[in-house]
């Protein structure tokens, strides 16, 4: 391991080691911390990796990297069914030409062995700028009975979701006017994204989206959204994934995955800012906003977990799916 110089910033430069088809090759990583602990990397902060065509997670890296056998200390080995994991978030998309962030849930393993159905979950950010071909997809390709869109009323009004025929329309915003602006003028601030998760708003949004699981017409799919298809929609895919029995480590990896699907947009902001003559503070706020943090999610489920005492007490509890429901839910969507 060996820090060098990319550009006009201080880079930490490693190896890894790659199977065999896979080509091995250099990456620089921006990072706050770095350690090397019990034969692992780990990794804090954020990164930035120069690879266009693969999906690294720094949470899969830091459980899948290894000093690799006889190599120098700054090399690393990344197994072959690490990287089957490293991968795996980038499958799920959906390349639609006039939407992005779109995801199909199908394919995520559970903790009981079974699979998340594919064509039958699906998250994207918003609707408005559909083409005829991505109309076609998501009707004809995906069967796509219920849009249900999380954005403000304000939002919908602005930039609203095409017309899409024979699909049921609901719009149900997990944000109030009031927490929406509470939260863009409160830079890093964990407290509002909790109110996703737990305030009684939220809770009967969440609520009403696992009716509407429930009870949307057989072998049709269910797309739910909100503007990037991030925070909101990301909390909503954690809480679904968690229903159905998928891993924490899995939900997470699909919630941060975020981050990889809009870099393309964040980039083009900061350099719009930058143009504009940005400060430091500004630009930072818009690789924030831009994106997601793990560490808001995980400070919802600590909320979560101190006023419920777990989160599948609080889908029974706080969301009121009951056992029942929950078995019914996983019955539809696993196989």
């Known amino acids: 391991m060996f820090w060098g110089q990319l550009g006009s910033r201080r880079a930490l430069i490693f190896t890894i080691s790659l199977p065999n ?8 990583f921006y990072t706050k911390s770095v350690t090397l602990e019990v034969a692992r ?9 120069k690879e266009q065509n693969e999906s690294f997670a720094a949470s899969a890296l830091s459980e899948g ?4 056998a006889g190599e120098a200390t700054n090399t690393f080995s990344v197994s072959q069914p690490a990287l089957r994991t490293l991968k795996s978030v980038k499958e799920h998309e959906i390349h639609l030409q006039g939407a992005f962030n779109v ?60 017309f899409l025929p024979g699909v049921k329309y609901i719009n149900d915003s997990v944000d109030t006017r009031e927490t929406y602006y509470y939260h863009i003028n409160a830079e890093n601030n964990r407290k509002h994204y ?72 964040i980039d083009a ?10 400060t430091r503070s500004e630009i930072k706020f818009a690789k924030v906003d831009g994106g997601v943090d793990l560490s808001y999610l995980k400070a919802a489920i600590d909320e979560v977990k101190r006023d419920y005492g777990s ?25």
Not at 44 to 49: A, D, E, K, S, W
Not at 257 to 265: E, G, W, Y
Not at 311 to 335: C, P, S
């Open 269 to 278: 902001r900061i350099a719009r800012l930058k143009e504009k003559g940005a």
């Open 65 to 68: 990297a290894i000093p690799a």
């Open 41 to 49: 990397l780990t990794m804090l902060g954020g990164f930035y990796m």
């Open 194 to 265: 909790r109110t996703y998760v737990t305030s009684e708003h939220a809770r009967k949004v969440y609520h009403n989206l696992f009716m509407a699981l429930l009870e949307k017409p057989m072998g049709k799919s269910l797309l739910w959204h909100c503007a990037s298809g991030k925070d909101r929609t990301g909390v909503a895919a954690s809480l679904i994934l968690y229903v159905l029995g998928v891993d924490s480590r899995t939900i997470f990896k699909d919630y941060v995955a975020s981050n990889d699907f809009l870099k393309p947009r």
């Open 103 to 162: 995801r199909d849930m199908g394919g995520y393993p559970t903790k009981d062995g079974l699979v998340v159905k594919s064509h039958l979950l699906l998250r994207s950010a918003r609707l408005n700028a559909l083409t005829s071909a991505d109309v076609n997809t998501l009707i004809n390709t995906y069967n796509l009975g219920v849009d249900f869109d999380l954005r403000r009323p304000e939002e919908v009004s602005e930039l609203p979701d095409r």
């Open 21 to 28: 088809q896979y080509q091995a090759k250099t990456l620089p």
């Open 311 to 335: 989160v599948a007490d609080f889908i029974t509890n706080g969301l009121h799916i009951t056992k029942e429901q929950q078995a019914r839910l996983q019955e539809m969507y696993l196989a």
